[in-house]
């Protein structure tokens, strides 16, 4: 029942003030960095909403990773698929509970993300001296960076990749790309299972304005979306 | 158990067997239905109207195993219905061959979650032969067969608009929904190219009709519908069944056996009853086999007597034979125009509201393959899955650009289907392996395929045609793989689950297994009311076709037992 349910409720953070703190914290937790700090006024607020939000996530008993693995995924949630002004980040659509609950269940799944984050800590731990989730930004950003432009030169190692055509697009400086190739299938799961949290939980849903799974007497297509398509199209309706 | 008598006994609960126990029960027969799978029950069985966070495994399944190529056949919410592979009964392919065998085993069989699109026979359809040669002919014609497609659209409830295209004849339909955005723009590019896009012709009802209620638009027909506004066998043919109180469905039995009398006829049906593990038998006047194409025939084939040493009714050899599937190809594309489109519900009615019917049917000429396919599509604002952005998400990296891009991209992705005729081939057939018996000890189909190169040329026009309508919408064709390769240039055999022939239908015994009524040459009290009757493998999906037989063959053995000949 609601143990399974790993996401912030969507009434929970359609209230306007709830929303904006969480966004205005994760912001500076993950675009400006901590260094910017956070607004004293807001402090107080967060002070409480976090106490809230650890109250309903305490509804999940983590149940396969321990505290450090656990800490590494919330952190990654939040890098992979940050909060922005379309919703919150991955953490707070449940990934860091959806990855637990499936690797309780999958030793093969569970064997990536032990192997992927001991992998991940070490390499922030190499960096900067501290493991994945305690690590400047600046630091956990260049080890996804590396990952990315590794994986472009690389492929993940599951996927076939068109690894040249897809290099050239790479926006990321490639530092170290080798060195990230053993996180590559770690880091390709963690993302895809993080993204896939994000995206099936109500913040996400509500951030791509999914609006179906719904009930109507007749079918309509609004002429605005027609009008948008074909005035962006080569083609014309009849 | 007691064994008691009926007047027909009908195996397989599906869209034939369905259709044929419910208007033999209105008229009075008395029906024993047996299905390899158990009951359906909708409101535990269907997931309508759920989302994937309403589960912790957000529809990956346990453990994620949909991840690993390990989950349930066309998805976690699809309604229970089969798969490709099913637990301790195989079945084998002979070396260098491939085929796919989906299998439902459960009331309402596939038409559970199947795609539902509604397409009648055209007189070509059933007259291939004398327009071009190849293949072979149907003992029936359009107009034979016209007043049972006309019966079983009433009943079930069709979509589309009269159009007046010889190759795609009209029928009996209830009004289809609005176009989508990106379907209008495929139309749009459809009409530069000569590519005619028409409503969707779908078992969907948008009115009311015999207490169902009209479409609700949440386009998840494959889940299984809880208002029963979408045809499937279960709900619409098979509760009606028994709600004459002539038909009683025999459940998680599988036949083994068609039993033969002294005298040549069938008796009855010998099943394993899968609960006890127990051979049992079930006698009536009249035996029909519905339980899908290739088990029809490994039925059959697995019916041997000493009247019929070589399978029940298979006194030409040529049960098993001119197995057909339908060549498929895609082709998928990003169309700009879309991008960032304002929102709305693109669930519709479940599939595609528009497709085009095979336009060049007086070209063939002009073309190197001799019969015709029609155009499905696929697009939208989806719900998302697990999978939904995973493309996406490695070609943006990470981080706040993956966000923009999802939201932009969101509704882009655009999917164009082919859906051809096979024409059948003496390489193409179903025979018993000599070795391998499923769970059951009953031996099991070896598959034998080969598609020639009519199949893929015209999977290549396929290509080129959905290429055209891409790139005329502005949009931008996504890689393709080898097009030489199955799998890749042409659907792996098996793989549409549109197969059929194996018993097929004719005037002379001699090269042809049942005759225009689906009732056996050799065994008049022996019917086929499944897609195993097929001659031909027109590019109309079979389902209504099947109703259609079947429900013909259903009226004339109502007869034929009122007379007192079976």
Known sequence: MSSERGFVSVKALQAPSRREVLRRVALAVTAAGL??????????????????????????????????????????????????????????????????????????????????????????????????????????????????????????GETRWATGEYARFSVFGIREPAEARRGLRFFGWARRLIVDAYYTSPVGIKDLGFVGNSSHTDYEVPREAIEYAFGRSPVREA | MAEKDYDVIVVGAGAGGGTMARVLGERGAKVALLE?????????????????????????????????????????????SGGWQLEGEPYTSAPGTRFEWFRSRVVGGRTNHYGRMSFRFSEMDFKPYSRDGIGRDWPISYEDIAPWYDRAEEYIGVTGT???????????FHDPPAPKVHERLIRAAGRKLGVPFIANRRAVITRSI?????????????????????????????????????????????????????????????????????????????????????ETARLMLNSKSKHFPDGIANGSGLVGRYLMDTVGFSLGGTLPALENLPRYDTDGFGGAHLYAPWWLWDGHSKLDFPRGYHIEMGGGFGMPGPGSFGALAREAGYGRE??????????????????????????????????????????????????????????RHMERTFRD???????????IGNTAREGEGIAVPGSIIHEVGTARMGDSPAASVLNKYCQAHEVRNLFVADGASFVSNPDKNPTLTINALSWRTAEYLAEELRKGNV
């Open chain 2, 36 to 80: 390899a799978g158990p009951m359906i029950d909708p409101r535990n069985d269907f997931k309508t109207h759920k989302w994937p966070h309403d589960y912790g495994h957000r529809g990956a399944e346990d453990g994620g195993r949909a991840y690993f190529g390990r989950g349930t056949a066309y998805g976690f919410f699809t309604t229970v």
């Open chain 2, 162 to 172: 009269v159009e007046g295209i010889p190759s795609a004849p009209d029928g009996k």
């Open chain 2, 210 to 294: 015999n207490g169902r209620a009209a479409c609700h638009y949440c386009g998840q027909c494959g889940r299984g519908c809880l208002t029963a506004s979408n045809y499937s066998a279960s709900q619409i043919d098979v509760f009606p069944a028994v709600e004459t109180g002539n038909v009683t469905v025999i459940t998680d039995s599988m036949a083994r056996a068609v039993e033969v009398g002294d005298g040549g006829l069938a008796r009855g049906v010998i099943y394993v009853d899968k609960a006890a593990r127990s051979e049992r038998r079930v006698r009536g006047r009249a035996v029909v086999l519905a339980a899908s194409a290739c």
């Open chain 2, 469 to 479: 309508l891409i790139e005329a919408a502005g949009g931008k064709v996504l890689g």
């Open chain 2, 402 to 459: 993956l966000k923009r891009r999802a939201r932009e991209a969101y509704g882009t992705l655009v999917g164009l289907s082919g859906r051809g005729e096979m024409i059948p081939n003496n390489q193409s057939y179903m025979d018993i392996d000599p070795e391998v018996v499923d769970r059951w000890g009953i031996p099991v189909p070896r598959f034998h395929f080969s598609f020639s190169d009519y199949e893929w040329k015209q999977a």
């Open chain 1, 35 to 156: 260094a910017q700090g956070i607004d004293p006024a807001d402090g107080a607020q967060v002070h409480a909403e976090v106490e809230s939000e650890r109250t309903f996530r305490g509804e999940y008993d983590v149940k396969y990773f321990n505290a450090r693995e656990f800490r590494a995924l919330e952190r990654l949630a939040e890098l992979v698929v940050p909060a922005d002004e379309g919703g919150p980040s991955a953490r707070e659509g449940g990934a860091p509970e959806f990855i637990d609950l499936l690797a309780s269940q999958n030793r093969e799944l569970a064997d990536i993300f032990t192997g992927g984050i001991l992998w991940l800590d070490a390499a922030a731990a190499a960096r900067g001296g501290k493991q994945f989730a305690d690590a400047a930004e600046s630091d956990q950003t260049a080890l996804l960076d590396a990952l990315v432009a590794a994986e472009r030169a690389y492929g993940d």
